[in-house]
């Protein structure tokens, strides 16, 4: 298995991705006028004693693996944590440039595509799952476990599940490596979304849909029905809160989020943290700030992708 560095190549200046349609658009004004409470020390996206927590919808178990998260949140701040998970990457993004969601956990490709095109976001911190981790997570590549493909150079001509045109380690990264191997991931592949890397990973495995393709570590890890041929480690996705919230609120997230353990967590009284199916997603967060996505940005501007201009 080989692991791929990130680095430039002249045939990415010449493709672009796939495209959103996003257009920008204003910020917390607009947020106001689409239903969000706002007083006079800030905007929320729907009612001052809410925070609307928003998600990409990675997995089945997405709000499972969020609410004792959810929880520290709304104890520690004594407001009304609401669950969003949208439809889509696309669909976060829009509520984020509408001002719907206050805090969300996002993808690093969803959070350049965002601000890019409107979002007022603070990116605070990155979830780490172990003890000694640093933020960040493998994009692999997979194939049915009984396959003879060893490589991502013999991707060509199959059709290749991705997860979403916004994901960072679903698309972005593989897409990349993709070139890099001397692969278009438009024209040289069947390209198949799944919406979400679980899906990506049981049609890979069932191999009728998808004979190869791509999603995020944490879930390939919980099949048996595929093998990694190749990984790329990404940077860690981002618990973000919007620019409109009241700066106390702010300070405050700021405080609560930015560097905790699941001990400090269980420890302030929040029993639902105290399962194996939390400790298997979340050991800590570690701060994260808007430069530590510029590896992002430079893929952005070497291919020219449509996903992150405004």
């Known amino acids: 298995?080989?692991?791929?560095?990130?680095?430039?190549?002249?045939?990415?200046?010449?493709?672009?991705?796939?495209?959103?349609?996003?257009?920008?658009c204003a910020g917390s004004a607009d947020a106001a006028e689409g239903g969000g409470e706002a007083n006079a020390a800030g905007t929320f996206a729907s009612e001052s004693d809410t925070l609307v927590f928003g998600v990409v919808p990675d997995s089945v178990d997405t709000e499972t693996n969020y609410q004792p998260l959810m929880d520290y949140i709304a104890q520690e701040t004594g407001k009304t944590v609401e669950y969003h998970e949208s439809t889509d990457y696309a669909a976060l993004i829009e509520s984020a440039i509408a001002g719907k969601i206050?805090?969300?956990?996002?993808?690093?490709?969803?959070?350049?595509?965002?601000?890019?095109?409107?979002?007022?976001?603070?990116?605070?911190?990155?979830?780490?799952?172990?003890?000694?981790?640093?933020?960040?997570?493998?994009?692999?590549?997979?194939?049915?476990?009984?396959?003879d493909i060893s490589s991502i150079d013999e991707f060509a001509g199959k059709k290749v599940c991705f997860v979403d045109p916004s994901s960072t380690s679903g698309y972005l990264f593989p897409s990349y490596n993709l070139l890099e191997a001397d692969i278009d991931p438009k024209t040289?592949?069947?390209?198949?979304?799944?919406?979400?890397?679980?899906?990506?990973?049981?049609?890979?495995?069932?191999?009728?849909?998808?004979?190869?393709?791509?999603?995020?570590?944490?879930?390939?890890?919980?099949?048996?029905?595929?093998?990694?041929?190749?990984?790329?480690?990404?940077?860690?996705?981002?618990?973000?809160?919007?620019?409109?919230?009241?700066?106390?609120?702010?300070?405050?997230?700021?405080g609560i989020l930015s560097e905790v353990t699941i001990d400090e967590i269980i420890e302030?009284?929040?029993?639902?943290?105290?399962?194996?199916?939390?400790?298997?997603?979340?050991?800590s967060t570690e701060p994260v700030d808007d430069a530590y996505y510029d590896t992002i940005r430079d893929i952005c501007k070497e291919t020219d992708a449509e996903q992150c201009q405004a």
Do not use: W
């Not at 302030?268 to 050991?283: L, Q």
């Open 268 to 283: 302030s009284g929040i029993e639902s943290a105290d399962s194996d199916a939390f400790r298997a997603t979340f050991y």
């Open 1 to 24: 298995m080989k692991l791929r560095a990130l680095k430039s190549t002249a045939a990415l200046a010449a493709v672009a991705f796939l495209g959103l349609g996003l257009a920008s």
């Open 102 to 147: 206050d805090v969300a956990s996002f993808s690093g490709f969803t959070y350049v595509t965002a601000t890019n095109n409107g979002a007022e976001l603070t990116p605070i911190s990155s979830i780490v799952t172990e003890n000694g981790q640093e933020p960040g997570y493998y994009s692999q590549a997979i194939v049915p476990v009984d396959s």
């Open 188 to 254: 040289d592949v069947t390209p198949v979304f799944a919406g979400k890397h679980d899906v990506s990973v049981q049609k890979v495995g069932e191999a009728v849909e998808c004979e190869v393709g791509f999603a995020e570590d944490s879930e390939v890890e919980k099949s048996d029905a595929v093998k990694v041929v190749d990984e790329t480690m990404v940077p860690g996705a981002p618990i973000v809160m919007s620019n409109s919230l009241p700066e106390e609120l702010q300070t405050q997230l700021t």
